[in-house]
């Protein structure tokens, strides 16, 4: 299953959720997704569980910015993570080998039903 919106990723994300590999983090994962369609979420990762919330955190351990539709591009395995950073696509802040662990938490592709 392909997402279609940056606001159906969100929903999804539990679904995406590897908990066995987010043990011991505590981090706030921050997307600020802009043009039409994007938006502001962060996501709270603590000791394998993870909840989803709409707008932004005051302090986010990590921040990644991009354009909502290059990050559903991303979130569907259609543009790779590392290519969207080199490229200047996705900007990345905060702890970066926090948001290096990202993808083993929050993995992209599509979903299987």
């Known amino acids: 299953m392909m997402v279609t919106t940056v606001k159906e990723y969100f929903e999804t994300l539990p679904r995406r959720f590897q908990a066995q ?23 709270v990762v603590k000791d394998g569980a993870m909840t989803v919330i709409e707008g932004a955190h005051t302090s986010p351990t990590v921040v990644l910015k991009m354009t909502g539709d290059e ?24 702890q970066i080998p926090m948001a290096m662990k990202m993808q083993q938490i929050l993995p992209a592709g599509p979903l299987t039903a």
């Open 21 to 43: 590999n987010a043990g011991g983090i505590d981090a706030i994962f921050q997307f600020e997704l802009s043009g039409d369609g994007g938006g502001t979420y962060h996501v």
């Open 71 to 94: 990050y559903v591009k991303m979130a569907n395995g259609k543009l790779d993570g590392r290519m969207a950073f080199m490229s200047g696509k996705m900007k990345v802040s905060g």
